[in-house]
T-cell receptor, first 113, second 117 residues
Framework: AQSVTQPDIHITVSEGASLELRCNYS??????LFWYVQSPGQGLQLLLK??????LVQGIKGFEAEFKRSQSSFNLRKPSVHWSDAAEYFC???????????FGRGTSLIVHP | EPEVTQTPSHQVTQMGQEVILRCVPI?????FYWYRQILGQKVEFLVS????????KSEIFDDQFSVERPDGSNFTLKIRSTKLEDSAMYFC???????????????FGEGSRLTVL
């Protein structure tokens, strides 16, 4: 079965600084990969997804992620963080027959002014 | 923009009581899902539903749980006899197509927080 690891429970950055959130997955073949964001009191919103093709994926809100098969990783990046990016970020992997996403435990992003 | 709506936003119940959580998926979506997140833990898949029947379920989704689409718009999760460990945030999601395929993006509601005392 597939699994997802987000090694960082909390990440703190200053506004304007760059951001990288880590995600590692475990699955034998190429999975479908997703990043979701959850702002306080909100549902989960899809930031971006990787199915195939170009391994650098652009998403909404200025985020991007890179699929690295050799490292089984799908890290999320943003060049300059805004205070409104403070939220919980979830990496998810879809694999197997149904491709229903399996989520990681999430990384909480704190943005200092 | 169409969205998935969930009610109630928060429910407090006594152990052993039945709880029904309600969801209104996006109107043209055909696939429906329930996930849950126990505080501080992962978002866990419970069940998927398509064509009026369960298409997939996890080990968590035991006989205490059931899902139903009683009419053309609502999708409900029932917990028959709640336990303390059922306390969690429950998320409903829907997708137009099969997850992972064309139109398979999951759209989530804001969640229903269940507290079992």
């Amino acid at each position: 079965a597939q699994s997802v690891t987000q090694p960082d429970i909390h990440i703190t950055v200053s506004e304007g600084a760059s951001l990288e959130l880590r995600c590692n997955y475990s699955y034998g073949a190429t999975p479908y990969l997703f990043w979701y964001v959850q702002s306080p009191g909100q549902g989960l919103q899809l930031l971006l997804k990787y199915f195939s093709g170009d391994t650098l994926v652009q998403g909404i809100k200025g985020f991007e992620a890179e699929f690295k098969r050799s490292q089984s990783s799908f890290n999320l990046r943003k060049p300059s963080v805004h205070w409104s990016d403070a939220a919980e970020y979830f990496c998810a992997v879809g694999a197997g027959g149904s491709y229903i996403p399996t989520f990681g435990r999430g990384t909480s992003l704190i943005v200092h002014p | 923009e169409p969205e998935v709506t969930q009610t109630p936003s928060h429910q407090v119940t006594q152990m052993g009581q039945e709880v029904i959580l309600r969801c209104v998926p996006i109107s043209n979506h055909l696939y429906f899902y329930w996930y849950r997140q126990i505080l501080g833990q992962k978002v866990e898949f419970l069940v998927s539903f398509y064509n009026n029947e369960i298409s997939e379920k996890s080990e968590i989704f035991d006989d205490q749980f059931s899902v139903e689409r009683p009419d053309g718009s609502n999708f409900t999760l029932k917990i028959r006899s709640t336990k303390l460990e059922d306390s969690a945030m429950y998320f409903c999601a829907s997708s137009e197509g099969l997850a992972g395929g064309p139109g398979g993006e999951l759209f989530f509601g804001e969640g229903s927080r269940l507290t079992v005392l």
